[in-house]
């Protein structure tokens, strides 16, 4: 082993510095290519599978709301027992699918806290930089299927989302993206691309999703 060794280096040290240069880039590039394999595509596809679980739920939602809706127009012409009662069943169905998305478990997020708490992860990361963030209009997710009959009482579901821009190396991104999957609310990564400056610098932008109750927003 130890001749191996001597032998490489020797043909190292035989190589001219513009061959040195190149090797040493690839295999920069080869340990940058296992590392982004290795830690940060299983925790974007941990992220892609809650999003599509997530869009399930919401297009069962819409459904519902526009089956609730032709439901009361279809009673108002021609009242009756049997309408009644699928109503009744609709109504008793949206209300269960409504809870799991605003009840405890669905870890709703109010916008208000959104700020400082992207604030604190970045500040908890070393080596890491906020180049941007930008918010994105509220989507009013019931009002989409059918309004007002889907949001009675004047509550509904909305759809908020933030991009941003980050500077760091390898290990504090991954990190912060450790960190985002960790937290108790209902945060997902809904679009992201990472763009490899000067080694080992590397820019990740990506798009927050979460649900609220309400529609107001601090914009960025």
Do not use: C
């Not at 759809?159 to 450790?178: E, F, I, M, N, T």
Request: glycine share 4%.
């Amino acid at each position: 082993m130890k001749k191996a060794w001597l032998f490489v280096a020797d043909r190292f040290d035989a190589l001219q510095a513009r061959e040195r240069l190149l090797v040493f880039l690839g295999l920069a590039a080869l340990l940058a290519g296992i590392f982004m394999f290795s830690v940060l595509e299983p925790a974007l596809s941990r992220y892609r599978q809650a999003r599509q679980s997530l869009q399930e739920s919401e297009r069962s939602l819409a459904s519902l709301s526009q089956e609730e809706s032709l439901l009361i127009e279809g009673s108002q012409r021609d009242p009756d027992a049997a309408e009644r009662s699928a109503l009744g069943e609709a109504e008793r169905e949206i209300a269960l699918l409504h809870s799991r998305l605003t009840g405890p478990e669905a870890r709703l997020l109010a916008p208000e806290r959104m700020s400082a708490l992207l604030q604190a992860l970045i500040a908890a990361q070393k080596n890491l930089l906020l180049v941007s963030i930008r918010s994105g209009e509220p989507v009013d997710l019931l009002a989409a299927a059918s309004a007002p009959a889907a949001t009675p009482g004047g509550s509904s579901l909305y759809r908020h989302s933030v991009k941003l821009v980050l500077q760091g190396d390898y290990p504090a991104l991954a990190a912060y993206l450790h960190a985002v999957e960790r937290l108790p609310v209902q945060l997902e990564v809904s679009a992201y691309t990472l763009q490899v400056q000067e080694w080992p610098q590397a820019r990740l932008s990506l798009t927050l999703d979460f649900n609220s109750l309400e529609r107001a927003w601090l914009g960025f």
